[in-house]
């Protein structure tokens, strides 16, 4: 299965611009994409195939990279952003990365 | 308004077993492919398989990791998904979510709420 690895948590002041990393074991072209879980709710889709801004889903963010290392860009952030932000590949398999946690100071 | 709801979910005995339900509406349902997703508190998602639209014969694919003792069905006259669980083990304690999928890329672009599943005795 193809791994992908992200920070655990990063805390950001609101107006900053925040980077969030997934890194996967081997390439996955750019099949790959973002969603975001606030707590007691269901996962959001933001991003899809890597740059693509999903339906309804604010400018602030965005997608780059392909084949291991990929990003998702914040910017500026704000109060609501306070969440897990998990990628997910769909080129070997589908797996998700662990997640990463924005806290808002 | 796309809407996926989960039910069925509960508390099960090791080796029982449990189906869960999600009704969708707001889309054309035998167009989409549909996903069943499962989260344990506080980890990451793990796709359990996909049950494919009417232009792809409705067939399924399951991960690995469930392949054998769970099974996705649809009844498309009343726009229902379902996941049949059996011979549960305490790691299948989790949240479950159904998703559409987008079958071009393979993302998830809606979720249900999710019903919650504990296997314990």
């Known amino acids: 299965d193809t791994v992908l690895t992200q920070s655990p948590a990063l805390a950001v002041s609101p107006g900053e611009r925040v980077s969030i990393s997934c890194r996967a074991s081997?390439?996955?072209?750019?099949?790959m994409h973002w969603y975001q879980q606030k707590p007691g709710q269901q996962p959001k889709l933001l991003i899809y195939?890597?740059?693509n801004l999903a339906s309804g889903v604010p400018a602030r963010f965005s997608g780059s990279g392909s084949g291991t290392d990929f990003t998702l860009t914040i910017d500026p952030v704000e109060a609501d952003d306070t969440a897990t932000y998990f990628c997910?590949?769909?080129?070997?398999?589908?797996?998700f990365g662990s997640g990463t946690k924005l806290e808002i100071k | 308004e796309v809407k996926l709801l989960e039910s069925g979910g509960g508390l099960v005995q090791p080796g029982g077993s449990l189906r869960l339900s999600c009704a969708a509406s707001?889309?054309?349902?035998?167009?989409?492919?549909m996903s069943w997703i499962r989260q344990p508190p506080g980890k990451a998602p793990e796709w359990l398989g996909v049950?494919?639209?009417?232009?792809?014969?409705?067939?399924?694919e399951y991960n690995p990791s469930v392949k054998g003792r769970f099974t996705i069905s649809r009844d498309n006259t009343q726009n229902i998904l379902y996941l049949q669980m059996n011979t549960l083990r305490a790691e299948d304690t989790a949240i479950y979510y159904c998703?559409?999928?987008?079958?071009?890329?393979?993302?998830?672009?809606?979720w249900g709420p999710g019903t919650m599943v504990t296997v314990s005795s």
């Open positions: 081997e390439g996955v072209n750019s099949y």
């Open positions: 707001g889309f054309t349902f035998t167009d989409f492919y």
């Open positions: 998703a559409r999928t987008y079958y071009r890329y393979w993302y998830f672009d809606f």
């Open positions: 195939k890597a740059s």
């Open positions: 049950i494919r639209n009417k232009a792809n014969g409705y067939t399924t």
């Open positions: 997910q590949q769909s080129w070997n398999e589908l797996t």
